[in-house]
Nanobody, 130 residues
Framework: HVQLVESGGGSVQAGGSLKLSCLLP???????????MAWFRQAPGKEREGVAL????????YYAHSVKGRFTISQGNVNNTVDLQMDNLKPEDTAMYYC?????????????????????WGQGTQVTVS
């Protein structure tokens, strides 16, 4: 089991910025060097959507088309954190955002289900853009 803790959500006006952070336990960071860390989001009445991912220990990243050029995922200054910098936020970015640790790097929910990818989800943090 992997315990993840998100922080940094809140309310902001369109065009503004927010930074989300995901804290991993240090033993998890050391043990699962090949983990893929991702941010997913879910708005009321909508399907879960993969937003961004990063392969731990590398600079390999991938973004959903809807956020590319506006969001940046990175390993934080503290080694066992993963951050999501969100700029030029839009009302359609409003959702609950979840940090996810998974054993395969993909944002596609269909692939995750088909491949039986193991995922560990944080409790989520709300982002509201008005």
């Amino acid at each position: 089991h992997v315990q993840l803790v998100e922080s940094g959500g809140g309310s902001v006006q369109a065009g503004g910025s927010l930074k989300l952070s995901c804290l991993l336990p240090r033993d998890t960071w050391r043990k699962y060097r090949n983990l893929c860390m991702a941010w997913f989001r879910q708005a009321p009445g909508k399907e879960r959507e993969g937003v961004a991912l990063i392969f731990l220990g590398s600079d390999i990243t991938y973004y959903a088309h809807s956020v590319k050029g506006r969001f940046t995922i990175s390993q934080g200054n503290v080694n066992n954190t993963v951050d999501l910098q969100m700029d030029n936020l839009k009302p359609e970015d409003t959702a609950m955002y979840y940090c996810v640790a998974q054993t395969y790097c993909t944002l596609e929910m269909a692939a995750i289900k088909a491949l039986g990818v193991t995922q560990y989800w944080g409790q989520g943090t709300q982002v509201t853009v008005s």
